[in-house]
């Protein structure tokens, strides 16, 4: 079974400075891969997927990941964080034989001034 | 225009009761997702639907957890005997296709089970 795993379930970082949230999946067949993020009282949101094609996928608010199959991983990054950053990020992925994700436990991203 | 819906947005039962959690998908989705996330836990699938029918429920933890969407539009998660173990945040999400296209999620329903 497909599993995602998130290595640190709390990142904090000052403004301004650049960050990268871990992730690392299982899996042996084809995969879609997701990064959504879940500010404080709202619905997840997709920042960013990779499909196919160009191992660097670039997102939504300045974000963006590389997948790196060898190494079965799809780390996200920004160069520069703000404090509005500040949130839960969730990386998740899809096999193309279904269609449910398959999420990680999460890392919650702290932006301080 | 309008995003995935769910009601109600807080729901707290007691141990034994039944429940229904509603969705409304965006208009036009023909995929729509169930999922559950307990507390500093991601997402865990519960079911998918393609249309009127479950293509896949495979995450439902027991027979006390169903789920229908008659028209293939609405869709209803109903739990039987509720658990304090069942409390989480249920979550919607719908796609205009399923497989690689979005899933767009609602904010979500908050069950407490005392």
């Known amino acids: 079974a497909q599993s995602v795993t998130q290595l640190d379930s709390q990142v904090p970082v000052f403004e301004e400075a650049p960050v990268e949230l871990r992730c690392n999946y299982s899996s042996s067949v084809s995969v879609y891969l997701f990064w959504y993020v879940q500010y404080p009282n709202q619905g997840l949101q997709l920042l960013l997927k990779?499909?196919?094609?160009?191992?660097l996928v670039k997102g939504i608010n300045g974000f963006e990941a590389e997948f790196n199959k060898s190494q079965t991983s799809f780390h996200l990054r920004k160069p520069s964080v703000h404090i509005s950053d500040t949130a839960e990020y969730f990386c998740a992925v899809s096999d193309k034989n279904t269609d449910k994700l398959i999420f990680g436990t999460g890392t919650r991203l702290q932006v301080f001034p | 225009g309008a995003g995935v819906s769910q009601t109600p947005s807080n729901k707290v039962t007691e141990k034994g009761k039944y429940v229904e959690l509603r969705c409304d998908p965006i208009?036009?989705?023909?995929?729509l997702y169930w999922y559950r996330q307990s507390l500093g836990q991601g997402p865990e699938f519960l079911i998918y639907?393609?249309?009127?029918?479950?293509?896949?429920d495979s995450g439902l933890p027991n027979d006390r957890f169903f789920a229908v969407r008659p028209e293939g539009s609405v869709s209803t998660l109903k739990i039987q005997r509720t658990e304090r173990g069942d409390s989480a945040v249920y979550l919607c999400?719908?796609?205009?296709?399923?497989?690689?296209?979005?899933?767009?999620f609602g904010p979500g329903t908050r069950l407490t089970v005392l």
């Open positions: 208009s036009g989705h023909t995929a």
């Open positions: 639907f393609q249309g009127t029918g479950a293509a896949d």
């Open positions: 999400a719908s796609s205009s296709r399923g497989g690689a296209y979005e899933q767009f």
């Open positions: 990779y499909l196919s094609g160009s191992t």
